[in-house]
């Protein structure tokens, strides 16, 4: 296993690339299953998940071909019977199960476990498929979807915490080869829902409403291959704007979509941060004394789930009381106890985390545990003084491409060590 080894109190200074989005990569990649043409996706981000995803679908008999940072995809012929181990290691995977049901008619997928930051279930996910005319049946840890014929229906898709991200992908890319016309209410408007109904619609899909909460589908017979840009990634974009901030840096994204990004832009310049706007780059660096803000995640528009362990490391350098509560994830504070490691004074109060911040941290080791609460021990360990490792760090290479060369090339001192 591999540490990230950093030493803290260097202001991060200079440019960093975006790259693509992985939570648009993923269901993109799982959508190309829909048709029997060779499909092109670009911008992809050199991730784990995303060669995981790759075997996953050349598992179901694609042919794969990734190169740098782009994925193509030819499913001339596929099973519907994805790798019970594969599937069960990624959450993610889920969304392939909408794909095979739309192009075969079938789909069994090992029940996609849960993961530190919640339960996960996809009961929003099945009520939309039999919502299609699908039959559910859950046996020896698979789900089995199969339906006869798949047909339009009104679906509410809305659950406990909102809309669902991948729920709202799966019933999307079912319905673009049902017969008739589906409707989905309480859809998830994440701009990478938004992203596949882009590439559903260049595969001759027919779709309205997408990034709103009520997504039309009008199904088709056959969907053809096509070509596709991934968006660039607001939550990799929002991961370097917090390092920036709490380094006291400067620093610009460059490719970062600020229409994506304003809840946590708005969030940012509350407390002080300075975010500054030219084409498709972003500029942030800090005006003044930080204040605390209070933050509450919530499903798109509403500030994202994905950047709250981030931003409460903000919280945690920033004199004053801050409220964080995660209203997405039962179990998303899993940085918590960690960043107490370095110092910060943070305390749980069901959902919501008090931070008492503006103690300075101080390094020493740490270890990662989901994808967002690694990256937040990374900022950490840059704004900290002294020496951070940060262990376990598969978790960020799921999601961050080339994270330590970004930072590094941003003055960071950081470099991955093979853990003793
Ligand atoms: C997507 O997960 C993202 N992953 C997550 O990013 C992100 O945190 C999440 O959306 C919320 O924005 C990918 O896109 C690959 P949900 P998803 O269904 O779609 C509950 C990261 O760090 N729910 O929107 O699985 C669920 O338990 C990852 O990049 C049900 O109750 O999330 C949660 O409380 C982490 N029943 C809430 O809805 C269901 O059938 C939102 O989950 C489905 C979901």
Do not use: W
């Amino acid at each position: 296993m591999q540490s990230l080894l950093i030493k803290g109190g260097v202001p991060l200074r200079g440019e960093v690339q975006i790259s693509g989005a992985k939570n648009a990569a993923l269901p993109l990649m799982a959508a190309t299953l829909l048709t029997d043409e060779p499909c092109v996706i670009r911008n992809v981000p050199e991730l784990s998940d995303v060669k995981f995803m790759g075997r996953i679908l050349q598992s179901l008999g694609a042919e794969v071909e990734i190169s740098g940072n782009t994925v193509r995809v030819h499913a001339r012929k596929i099973k519907s019977v994805g790798d019970y181990e594969l599937i069960r290691q990624m959450r993610g995977s889920v969304c392939i199960m909408g794909a095979l049901l739309g192009r075969l008619r079938r789909a069994t997928v090992s029940l996609p476990g849960g993961c530190v930051i919640g339960a996960r279930p996809i009961n929003l996910h099945l009520k939309g498929f039999a919502a299609l005319g699908a039959k559910i049946a859950i046996e020896a840890g698979y789900v089995n979807v199969t339906a006869k014929k798949l047909s339009g229906a009104e679906v509410f898709l809305g659950g406990r915490a909102g809309s669902t991200v991948l729920g709202t992908a799966n019933v999307m890319m079912a319905a673009t080869l049902a017969e008739g016309v589906t409707t989905i209410e309480s859809a998830a408007c994440e701009p990478e829902v938004v992203d596949l109904a882009d590439f559903l619609i260049a595969m001759g899909a027919k779709i309205s409403g997408a990034g709103s909460p009520t997504i039309t589908i009008t199904g088709v017979k056959k969907l053809h291959g096509a070509e596709h840009e991934v968006i660039p990634d607001r939550i990799e974009a929002a991961t370097y704007a917090i390092a920036a901030a709490c380094t006291n840096g400067s620093v610009v994204l460059r490719g970062a979509r600020a229409d994506h990004m304003h809840a946590i832009l708005d969030k940012m310049r509350e407390s002080g941060v300075k975010v500054e706007r030219s084409g498709t780059s972003l500029h942030i660096s800090r005006k003044g004394k930080l204040k605390p803000v209070d933050i509450t995640t919530l499903p798109y528009s509403g500030f994202p789930t994905d950047a709250q362990a981030q931003m409460m490391v903000l919280m945690a350098l920033t004199p004053g009381i801050s409220i964080i509560t995660e209203r997405i994830f039962e179990a998303r504070f899993m940085h918590v106890s960690e960043l107490a490691r370095l110092g910060a004074d943070i305390e749980i109060e069901g959902p919501s985390a008090i931070v008492k911040g503006g103690k300075p941290l101080s390094g020493a080791p740490v270890m990662a545990s989901d994808l967002r609460a690694s990256a937040a021990l990374v900022i950490a360990g840059l704004a900290a003084r002294g020496t951070t490792e940060v262990q376990r760090i598969y978790h960020l290479d799921r999601g961050y491409e080339n994270i330590d060369g970004k930072l590094r090339a941003l003055g960071a001192r950081i470099q991955r060590v093979d853990a003793k």
